[in-house]
């Protein structure tokens, strides 16, 4: 499997009738390709994680709609099955983005109101891929500058996380310059942050990595600082879930202790984005952005595989009183660039507008 | 139980030729007081590693050859039993130390051996007691300070790994303070970090707090930056495994982590350490210290409670290649101070040399 062929959503081959997902919930112990059949598995899927990473979420409604559709091929089949849809998970910004836009085609006059939905489910996805596509152009750049640096030994990249293929349509994010520098035949190796709790690195990063067969070494969350000291560590990418104006970056809790780590070593920091997840309206990131605190059991708790079986098991005292923040903020001054699908800026309101000069004055 | 009673090894009430101790593979899961025997029991204690912590083991290898004594009240009895410990962890500097101590006592003249043995070990233990309690008298004023500082407030501190009761006698090295801190009616409250791979925190750290009713939350070791950013930890003390003389330590992997997000917050990161730790030869800890490669199963399993019985579990791929270092080095530049039994320092050549005048020309 390549980078270029794998995709988290797509219709059956033999059958269109039918979408299909990656069970993500069951990685990395299990590939599961699952059938959505109705808009309610689709409902399903998104609200009990069979697939996570914000644009995922939106594909995986857009394609529910026209699931909706084929079933009940009506306005009011579809705006029904919208609402619902919205319901599943719904802090998530993509997820009402694109039930919104299938919305506005559903007003639209036309004939075949099914396949102008399959049509735009399918845009929606080729537009993310595209937008994967702009970053790891412009990513990839900073890896093969590295490596002529390094006389094209292996360049080192560490991410926190799952950025990856997994939470978008193909590439992801923070491995989109990975996997374009690996099709350009630059030497790359991974280092993989296990991100506790949820594991998303040893569970999610290290497996699709693994499927397009690029070189890479699962660490514990404590391991960066130390690699970094030694030289180990070329550059650092990860994803984002929201940048401010100023350029500060909310990510997966521990983000900020690598960005600590690559400024105290003299790493180079950057940060993978689409840039619909930059949100104008906000400026400082620890001040203004609310994080969010998840079920304890995601830290206590642990999924794997035991006598051949998965399971999930306890790891700590049933009494122990946990705190789970599920993000932090990286400070724009910890960041080298950002990395969008426009080009690479530095993490500051200045660079920001200069890439998107429209939102001068938003 | 009180942090006063709670010991790590001890004589039988009822039955001197017996050592008890407890058996730190199955916590926090279970509470197993285990029985030595033999010396044939303390070699199997410390190599599987019922015991860690270096005070500890050498505790253990001097109580062992007091089971040795006992069984074979001769010189070359106790040191046949001696030189078998000595292989039990070979890197271990305080089970060498101890067992020469023993040895000394067995070429010195007197009669009754095995009482003589029996006093020496219970002499180690005593004496490991006194150095934690003069770190808990020095670092509880820290505490103390803050406490005034914060009109009576909860101070809370985060520790990383365990530097507690259970790697020494009793109070520990980072949690001596904290201990003395409650003993004086200071109110504390401890963010424990879970410490990957072994889970430290989660498993022995968060079970003697419990123990001794200190408050305390268990937290991911990604989480430490964002407390700090939000004013949630007042000081961060760990432990060491090795200090050099000029104040570098090293510690469990991520401890230079949380001292970065302690220097950028302005948060007081202190060690506690034993003066027996400080390597008087070794002056710049990351190009000097060598850090142990462990397991990568350490990483890739995990032990905990399925269905009320306990299992290892394996949370990865099977494939996936794993990297574990077991320590990292934190600069002296991110030290506030090193917290010793006989007092607070500078993380300095000149500081700890005002402490350790002896040393100057060693």
Known sequence: MTAETFRTIWQKPDDPSVVQIIDQRVLPHEYRVHDLHTWQDADTAIADMYVRGAPLIGATAAWGLYLAAL????????????NALLQSRPTAVNLRWAVERIFRLVD???DDLVERIRRDAQAICDEDVEISRGIGEHGVELLAEISRRKSGETVNVLTHCNAGSLATINYGTATAPVYFAQHRGIDVHVWVDETRPRNQGSQLTAWELARSEVPHTLIVDNAGGHLMQHGLV????????????CGDVANKIGTYLKALAARDNDIPFYIALPSTTIDWNTRDGVKEIPIEERDPEEVSHIYGMVDGKTARVRTTEEATPISNFAFDVTPARLVTGLITERGICEASEEGLLELFPEMRDA
């Open 108 to 110: 639209a006059s036309g």
């Open 234 to 245: 070329d550059i650092v990418i990860t994803g984002t879930d929201r940048t401010t104006r």
């Open 71 to 82: 079933a009940d091929p009506t306005s009011a089949g579809v705006r029904a099955a919208g």
